[in-house]
């Protein structure tokens, strides 16, 4: 297990690994109109690739899941990340719409394996009763990227096109691969007989999603999660053609609305500090996230306040997110005392999906108002509750964030 002397560098470097994804979807946002415009095409057009990103990212963790538990952390991490880098490459040089949706679906199924190995090797190198607070500590270090990335892609694409944009992600993928290489231990012992076939994965899967605690805390976080997908899918059309700001004003914007997300994940770990549980966290926050969300249709409908009132709920919305993911993710694994890259695989993979699917929503609607983007936010949070009220029933003996659990076999 970790030490406390070297925990400061594990949770930087698993929370790269963690922050590639939402760094790869955060920072081209802001280069949609300018994407859009080069490829000869429309912004709902370019959004596709990111949707293509989130089914490639989902997709991509059932493969890695087993890979991971079967040689280690360490093999498919590289040759995950080696996938990324090419595909990077390949964004840069696209002349086609069409061209960019796959290469972005395969760029994610690379970084989909830094994401899945990240959140296994909490389980490896922490113990399980330090899970949920190392959770949050990542959320910390993903937060900074829709801080800075949007910032960042805006004066990048200003000055030095969308194509550079690509580069720079490569660039961060080979200083991720150095810090793995050299800096990040593998604790795990391969699980060799582990079977790859189709329906030895599939039966492991299915004793994963059996557990009752597993299937009714990541459904709830995935369903409140899926939420942040759809507003960064939403953003550049409401933000940029709806209220007509520029690439620097909306990468700031999305900066500011990130505070919530990174500052709820602290409060978090503030909460869990003074003895509040997972358990008792997770409905409160969702309970808010569901009224956040119906009042964001109001506003939306009404105008009331115009962009100022839609930043603020989204504000409330995110924040409740970054405290309810750390917290189901943590109750998600809690019975699982082995083979955690699986159940973090399907764990990443419902979340994702869910994400995509809810992100692809926005796709649909063509008009120039936030309504969609309220509705869709809000339907997610609702379907979360339901979630967690029909599993709650089923949970016979809990296990806490901070008790051993089972192992999968």
């Not at 059932?62 to 079967?70: H, S």
């Not at 699980?191 to 790859?196: A, E, G, M, P, Q």
């Not at 869990?272 to 409160?284: H, N």
Request: aromatic share 10%.
């Amino acid at each position: 297990m970790a030490t406390k002397q070297n925990h400061f560098f594990l949770i930087l470097i698993l929370g790269s690994l963690t922050a590639l994804g939402p760094f790869s979807i955060d920072m081209y946002l802001p280069s949609f109109p300018a994407i859009a415009k080069d490829l000869d095409t429309t912004i709902e057009r370019v959004a596709l690739s990111l949707s293509s990103y989130f089914v490639g990212i989902s997709l991509g963790q059932l493969l890695y899941g087993p890979l991971l538990d079967k040689f280690g952390r360490k093999k498919p991490l590289y040759i995950g990340l080696a996938v990324y880098l090419l595909a990077s490459f390949g964004c840069m040089m696209v002349s086609t719409v069409d061209g960019l949706i796959g290469l972005r679906f395969i760029q994610a199924i690379g970084s989909c394996a830094a994401a899945v190995a990240a959140v296994a090797m909490v389980r490896d190198l922490f113990p399980v009763e330090e899970n949920a607070k190392v959770f949050a500590l990542l959320m910390l270090v993903v937060g900074v990227s829709p801080m800075v990335a949007p910032a960042v892609g805006g004066y990048v694409t200003k000055h030095l096109g969308w194509h550079a944009i690509f580069l720079i992600l490569a660039g961060i993928a080979v200083v991720i691969l150095l810090a793995v290489i050299f800096a990040l231990p593998d604790k795990y012992v391969p699980n060799r007989k582990l079977s790859l076939k189709p329906a030895p994965m599939l039966s492991n899967f299915g004793q994963v999603l059996k557990n009752p605690q597993f299937f009714t805390y990541v459904l709830t976080g995935a369903l409140s999660f899926a939420g942040l997908f759809t507003y960064v899918a939403g953003s550049p059309l409401v933000f940029m053609q709806m209220y007509k700001v520029s690439e620097e004003v909306y990468g700031w914007i999305f900066a500011g609305l990130s505070v919530g997300f990174i500052g709820s994940s602290q409060v978090n770990s503030w909460m869990l500090k003074r003895g509040l549980t997972s358990q008792q966290i997770v409905p409160v926050a969702l309970t808010v996230q569901i009224v956040a969300g119906l009042v964001f249709i109001l506003v939306a409908m009404s105008g009331w306040m115009g962009l100022t009132g839609i930043i603020v709920m989204l504000f409330i919305i995110l924040s409740c997110i970054g405290i309810i993911s750390p917290n189901a993710s943590a109750l998600s694994l809690a019975p699982f005392s082995h083979n955690a890259g699986t159940a973090s695989a399907l764990m990443g993979a419902l979340q994702l999906g869910l994400g995509a699917v809810a992100s692809m929503g926005i796709g649909f609607f063509h008009a120039l108002t936030a309504i969609p983007l309220a509705s869709i936010m809000a339907a997610t949070a609702v379907l979360a509750g339901v979630a967690y009220m029909i599993g709650k029933r089923a949970i016979k003996q809990p296990v806490a964030a901070g008790e051993a659990g089972i192992t999968v076999h």
